[in-house]
């Protein structure tokens, strides 16, 4: 089961607290995760726009 909303917004809140206390903003830091997740799948991407790309090149040799 999933986080709820309230849950979620205490979990920001807090983040966002603890980053304001250090002078770090909540989406600098936010943007930072996603760029690390997106590395850390960057396989996933890689292997689906190579999947996506093979497909593109059997329906462009159907025609």
Do not use: P
């Not at 292997?47 to 090149?57: A, C, D, F, I, Q």
């Amino acid at each position: 089961m999933g986080a709820t909303n309230r849950e979620l917004k205490q979990s920001k809140d807090l983040v966002q607290t603890l980053l304001t206390i250090q002078d770090l903003s909540y989406n600098d830091w936010l943007h930072e995760k996603h760029q690390e997740y997106i590395q850390e799948n960057q396989d996933v991407v890689m292997k689906s726009l190579l999947h996506y790309k093979g497909m593109n090149e059997e329906k462009n040799e159907k025609i």
